[in-house]
C-alpha cells in the first residue's frame, strides 16, 4: 500500500485519463479509495452515494463477498484459459446461463471485454452473416443520431455522438448512415417512462431503405434506451416499428445493451422490458457487477447457424480475443448471477423505478431545469448551459455535489442517474432531494 501510495504524485503527470479533462483534472485531481455497497469513500474521507452504479456497471454495489470469494477460488484453480481451441467448464456454464436468460432465440453467445468490442464484434457477425448466405453485398450498418456505441472504429462509426467522432472523420467505416434521434423537447419534455410522441421517427429507415437499397443493408444497431446522451427513452410503438421495417426488408435489429441489461430496466434485458426482440444483442458491464471487465453478443440459432457451414473442422469466424470468455470474468458474472436471482435483485430495480421517478420530477420547476427523463432504474436531469460555457453548469454541479455526498455523472450539461438495485427508497429520494438543492445553488459558473 505504502509502495502504491509514493507513486501517486508521479503517476498524477504520467496518467493519461480517459474521457476526462485531463489539464482539470490534474489541477483538482479526485481520488476514490475504497467502495462498500452503494458508498464510495475518497482518500480525504468524503463518503459518496454511487449515483450511476459506477459507470452503469455495478448494480449490486461494491465489495459483495460472494463475488470476491468467487474471484479468489477462481484465480486458484483456473486463473485463465486458452480461448481458442480449448475451453473450460466455467465459460461454458455461464455461457448457458446468459443464454437462458436472454430474450426467446438468442440462443448464442459471443463472449468479448467490452461493450466497445461487443458493438464491433456485433458488427462483423452482422456483415458475416449475410456473406456467408450469398449476400454480400450487404455491408452497410444504420446507426442513429446521439447513438453511443463505445470507442471502436465500428462503434464511432455507427454511434452519433459529435464529440467522439469528429476528430477521427478520415477513419469512419464506409457505408453507415444514421436514422434521426428520438428526443424533441418540444413534444416530450418531462415525460415519465416513454414518451408517446415520437414512433413515426422510425419512419425514417424507409426513407434510408429507399435511398440506399435494402440489399445493400446489413443491419440496424441502436440502444433500446439511449443512456450515454443523458438517458433518452423511446418512444411508445418506435422499437416496434424499427423492428417491422427490419424484418420486412431482411435487415436484422441490434440492440446494444451495455447499459440496459442484466436488468437496469427491471426485466433481465430491455428487449425484455420494452417486448422487441433483436437480431443480435451486445452487452457488457453489470454482467460482472464491473469487477473484471467482460461483454458479450447474443445471437439467434439462425444467425449462429448460417456461419455453420463448410468441413466441420473448418473456422468457421475468424474473430475472437484472449481474454473471451475469461474464466475470471466468468466467475464473476456467475457470482453476480447468483446474488441477482438470490436477492431478487431485478424485481427490486423494477420496484424501485416509481421512487426514483417520483424523485426526480419533483425537480421540475428548479431554476436552471431544462428537462427531466426517466425509465428503469435510469434518470437524467438536462440543465440549462450556462452562457457560452457549454459542460461548465454540468461540472460544477458534479465538483459541488461531492461536497454533499453524491458521485455524479455528467456529460455536458446533463446528469444521468442510474443507482444500485441494492439501494434503499430514502437512499434514492435523498439523492433525487440532494441533487436539487445541488442545481439549485449552481447559479453562476464562478
Ligand atoms: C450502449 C453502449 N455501448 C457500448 C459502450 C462501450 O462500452 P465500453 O466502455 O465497455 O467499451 C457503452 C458504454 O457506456 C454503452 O453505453
Not at 358 to 385: C, M, S, W, Y
Amino acid at each position: 500500500m505504502q509502495l502504491h501510495n509514493s507513486g501517486v504524485t508521479e503517476g498524477l503527470q504520467r496518467y493519461w485519463l480517459p474521457f476526462t479533462a485531463n489539464r482539470y483534472f490534474k489541477q483538482n485531481p479526485k481520488l476514490l479509495a475504497s467502495a462498500k455497497g452503494a458508498y464510495f469513500t475518497m482518500t480525504d474521507g468524503r463518503k459518496l452515494f454511487d449515483c450511476l452504479s459506477g459507470l452503469w456497471c455495478c448494480p449490486l454495489g461494491h465489495g459483495h463477498p460472494h463475488i470476491a470469494e468467487a474471484l479468489k477460488r477462481q484465480a486458484e484453480s483456473l486463473d485463465y484459459s486458452t480461448a481458442f481451441q480449448i475451453s473450460n467448464p466455467v465459460t461454458l456454464s455461464f455461457a448457458a446461463r446468459v443464454s437462458a436468460m436472454a430474450p426467446a432465440g438468442l440462443g448464442q453467445v459471443f463472449f468479448t471485454n467490452s461493450g466497445s468490442e461487443s458493438v464491433d464484434t456485433a458488427i462483423k457477425i452482422a456483415v458475416g452473416y449475410h456473406r456467408v448466405r450469398g449476400e454480400g453485398q450487404r455491408f452497410r450498418i444504420i446507426g442513429r443520431e446521439r447513438g453511443y456505441h463505445g470507442v471502436g472504429i465500428g462503434g464511432i462509426s455507427v454511434g452519433g455522438m459529435v464529440a467522439n467522432r469528429k476528430m477521427f472523420a478520415p477513419l469512419m467505416m464506409p457505408g453507415v448512415d444514421h436514422l434521426p434521434h428520438t428526443y424533441s423537447h418540444a413534444d416530450m419534455a418531462f415525460s415519465r417512462g416513454q414518451p408517446t410522441w415520437g414512433a413515426h421517427l422510425a419512419d425514417d429507415l424507409e426513407r434510408l431503405v429507399a435511398l440506399h437499397d435494402a440489399a445493400t443493408i446489413a443491419a440496424v444497431i441502436v440502444e433500446p434506451m439511449a443512456g450515454s446522451t443523458g438517458v433518452v427513452v423511446p418512444p411508445v410503438g418506435y422499437l416496434e416499428k424499427l423492428r417491422q421495417i427490419c424484418t420486412k426488408h431482411g435487415i436484422l435489429l441490434i440492440f446494444d445493451e451495455v447499459i440496459c441489461g442484466f436488468g437496469r430496466l427491471g426485466e433481465n434485458f430491455g428487449a425484455q422490458r420494452l417486448n422487441v426482440t433483436p437480431d443480435l444483442l451486445t452487452f457488457a458491464k453489470g454482467v460482472t457487477n464491473g469487477t473484471i471487465p467482460m461483454g458479450g453478443v447474443l445471437a439467434t440459432n439462425e444467425i449462429y447457424d448460417a456461419f455453420m457451414s463448410g468441413q466441420d473442422e473448418a473456422v468457421e469466424f475468424f474473430h475472437g480475443y484472449t481474454y473471451s470468455g475469461h474464466p475470471m470474468a466468468c466467475a464473476a458474472g456467475h457470482a453476480t448471477l447468483d446474488i441477482m436471482e438470490k436477492d431478487g435483485l431485478i424485481a427490486r430495480a423494477r420496484a424501485l423505478e416509481p421512487v426514483l421517478e417520483n424523485g426526480i420530477h419533483q425537480l421540475k420547476g428548479t431554476p436552471g431545469v431544462r428537462d427531466i427523463r426517466n425509465f428503469g432504474l435510469a434518470a437524467a436531469v438536462e440543465l440549462e448551459p450556462f452562457e457560452g460555457r457549454p459542460g461548465l453548469r454540468g461540472l460544477r454541479v458534479f465538483e459541488r455535489a461531492l461536497d454533499k455526498g453524491l458521485l455524479l455523472r455528467f456529460s455536458g450539461d446533463t446528469i444521468a442517474m442510474g443507482p444500485p438495485f441494492i439501494s434503499t427508497e430514502a437512499e434514492i429520494k435523498n439523492m433525487c432531494a440532494t441533487l436539487g438543492d445541488v442545481i439549485a445553488a449552481v447559479t453562476s459558473p464562478d
